[in-house]
């Protein structure tokens, strides 16, 4: 079945560091692609998406680009502030339904991010 | 415009035990969907539910059962509760439709803390 593999985390940075971290994905179908962001002892956040190969989907100043040929969609950042520390979640979701369902999503594991001053 | 409420926010039950979650959409949305979070993992999909119906369920057993009432707001029972049952239980909700091609964003609520001692 369709499954979303990102890199184990934790993962430190100091502020100002250049971010990249990797989603791989297995999917029959032609899926929509995701990058969600969890704060502590909150809920989800969609922090991006793209939907087609190629594309690439951006906000807050992450990027993440829709690599078909590669099954990948690595998340982005330039220049990391503290304030980004948080858990991230890479997910996809099969446009066709899963279980029956429409647009339901699988994660991965989720990284999660510390950023030091 | 209100978002996702979830009820309570954290609950202590013992094995064997039943449990019931709440959740309250987003104005305006039809569709809820549920996700158990365990420690350290990424969400995985319960079920959803459309217009009071379930419109498709993830690989969870039947003792994990749900309800959508007329207002669109949700609950997720659990029976005969598993140690493995403690996890994080989020609710997400969206405007979507039964066999729907596109994707609709889903929006979470902060989620119920479930542990099963």
């Known amino acids: 079945g369709d499954s979303v593999t990102q890199m184990e985390g934790p993962v430190t940075l100091s502020e100002e560091a250049f971010l990249t971290i990797n989603c791989t994905y297995t999917?029959?179908?032609?899926?929509?692609l995701f990058w969600y962001v969890q704060y502590p002892g909150e809920g989800l956040q969609l922090l991006l998406k793209?939907?087609?190969?190629?594309d690439k989907g951006s906000n807050k100043g992450f990027e993440a680009t829709y690599r078909k040929e590669t099954t990948s969609f690595h998340l982005e950042k330039g220049s990391v502030q503290v304030s980004d520390s948080a858990v991230y979640f890479c997910?996809?979701?099969?446009?066709?339904?899963?279980?029956?369902?429409?647009?339901?999503?699988?994660f991965g594991k989720g990284t999660k991010l510390s950023v030091k001053p | 415009e209100t978002g996702v409420t979830q009820s309570p926010t954290h609950l202590i039950k013992t094995r064997g035990q039943q449990v019931t979650l709440r959740c309250s959409s987003q104005?305006?949305?039809?569709?809820v969907s549920w996700y158990q979070q365990a420690l350290g993992q990424g969400p995985q999909f319960i079920f959803q539910?459309?217009?009071?119906?379930?419109?498709g369920r993830g690989n969870f057993p039947p003792r994990f059962s749900g309800l959508q009432f007329p207002n669109y707001s949700s609950e997720l029972n659990v029976n005969a509760l598993e140690l493995d049952d403690s996890a994080l239980y989020l609710c997400?909700?969206?405007?979507?439709?039964?066999?729907?091609?596109?994707?609709?964003?889903?929006?979470f609520g902060p989620g119920t803390r479930l542990t099963v001692l």
């Open positions: 997400a909700s969206s405007l979507g439709g039964r066999g729907a091609s596109s994707y609709n964003e889903q929006f």
């Open positions: 999917a029959t179908g032609y899926p929509s």
């Open positions: 793209a939907t087609k190969a190629d």
């Open positions: 997910a996809l979701t099969d446009p066709r339904g899963y279980g029956g369902s429409q647009g339901n999503l699988i």
């Open positions: 104005s305006g949305h039809n569709t």
């Open positions: 539910y459309y217009r009071e119906e379930e419109n």
